[in-house]
């Protein structure tokens, strides 16, 4: 079994910077898919940006130049840095596990305010 935990949600001005983590603890394997979605009010859970064990990153369009992902496989933490945030960034951030399934974390709520 493999247990996500969020954090480093909060409510930022637009324009600011958060850095989201990802604790994975559990039966981790060392090769797997990380990664980071997000789910607006209203609307689907959609991708914000992957990261494989090896590095390889992917990022939604709206992510791109302002988002980074990263990894620390030693740690099995994953991170999200996000900058220049824009009031429809806001949502529930959800750090996903994917080896043969997909693991999910409880959420952390980001909220920009205009």
């Known amino acids: 079994q493999v247990q996500l935990v969020e954090s480093g949600g909060g409510l930022v001005q637009a324009g600011g910077s958060l850095r989201l983590s990802c604790a994975a603890s559990g039966s981790i394997s060392s090769i797997n898919v990380m990664g980071w979605y997000r789910q607006a009010p209203g609307k689907q859970r959609e991708l914000v940006a992957t990261?494989?064990?090896?590095?390889?990153?992917n990022y939604a369009d709206s992510a791109k130049g302002r988002f980074t992902i990263s990894r620390d496989n030693a740690k099995n933490t994953v991170y999200l840095q996000m900058n220049t945030l824009k009031p429809e960034d806001t949502g529930v951030y959800y750090c996903?596990?994917?080896?043969?399934?997909?693991?999910w974390g409880p959420g952390t709520q980001v909220t920009v305010s205009s």
């Open positions: 990261i494989t064990s090896g590095g390889i990153t």
């Open positions: 996903q596990l994917r080896r043969f399934r997909d693991y």
